[in-house]
Nanobody, 115 residues
Framework: QVQVGESGGGLVQAGGSLTLSCVAS????????MGWYRQAPGKQRELVAR???????NYADSVKGRFTISRGKARNTVFLQMNSLEPEDTAVYYC?????????WGQGTQVTVSS
C-alpha cells in the first residue's frame, strides 16, 4: 500500500522561507513524477511544481523564480523550497506521486503566510 506523507508546513511572515518534504512509501517502484499542488479556501487545487524521473521540472507562473522542486537521495522523496513567500501563497499544499500509472495523494500540509 503506497502512502504519501508531507511535512514542513507552518506559519511564516511575508518574505520568509519554508521547505516542504514529501515521501511516498510502501513500494520499491520508482515514481515517474512527483509534484506539489495547493488549494486555497474557495479555490480549486492547482499545480505548484512537478518533477519527472528524468529531472524535468514544471512550475506555475506564480511561483517561478521563488520556489524550487527537487528530488531527495532516498527513493520517492521530493522537496519544495519556497522563498520570498507572499500572503497569496497561503494554502494547503498537497504532494502527489505517480507510480506505475497510479497517482497517490498525501493529506496535505498547511502553509500560512502573514502580511
Amino acid at each position: 500500500q503506497v502512502q504519501v506523507g508531507e511535512s514542513g508546513g507552518g506559519l511564516v511572515q511575508a518574505g520568509g522561507s519554508l521547505t516542504l518534504s514529501c515521501v511516498a512509501s510502501g513500494t520499491i517502484s520508482i515514481s515517474n513524477a512527483m509534484g506539489w499542488y495547493r488549494q486555497a479556501p474557495g479555490k480549486q487545487r492547482e499545480l505548484v511544481a512537478r518533477i519527472f524521473s528524468g529531472g524535468t521540472t514544471n512550475y506555475a507562473d506564480s511561483v517561478k523564480g521563488r520556489f524550487t522542486i527537487s528530488r531527495g537521495k532516498a527513493r520517492n522523496t521530493v522537496f519544495l523550497q519556497m522563498n520570498s513567500l507572499e500572503p497569496e501563497d497561503t494554502a494547503v499544499y498537497y504532494c502527489n506521486a505517480n507510480i506505475r500509472m497510479i497517482t497517490y495523494w498525501g493529506q496535505g500540509t498547511q502553509v500560512t503566510v502573514s502580511s
